[in-house]
């Protein structure tokens, strides 16, 4: 069984048993989430689709920390103009494992 979630904004395929990386959400080591936004279910087969969202099902999951993405490098320059800019960026991302869908 899996699901389709709308977390921060973004779709997000969820299978319970399954970690996920979602952009960082407030909250503390072990504490439960719950994410109410289900777009999609499919039970061995069986679709559900929302319109927009499916109701009566919820993902319950439980975060195990925060961490940060690979870094990313953002590179600027003007041609024969001697401008040069380089940074980096690593995105903060929560580790979160999903407990139940239902």
């Given amino acids: 069984m899996y699901a389709i979630v709308e977390i921060a904004g973004q779709q997000t ?18 504490d439960a989430v719950e994410f109410t936004n289900v777009l999609l279910t499919d039970d061995n087969g069986t679709l559900t689709v929302g319109a927009p969202f ?12 925060n961490v940060k993405g690979d870094k990313v490098i953002v590179f600027k320059k003007k041609r024969r103009k001697g401008y040069r800019k380089k940074n980096g960026h690593r995105q903060h991302f929560t580790k979160v494992l999903i407990e139940s869908i239902g």
């Fill in 54 to 65: 499916v109701s009566g099902v919820k993902v319950v999951g439980k975060i195990l920390g």
């Fill in 13 to 30: 395929k969820v299978e319970a048993g399954r970690f996920i990386y979602a952009n960082k959400l407030s909250g503390n080591d072990g």
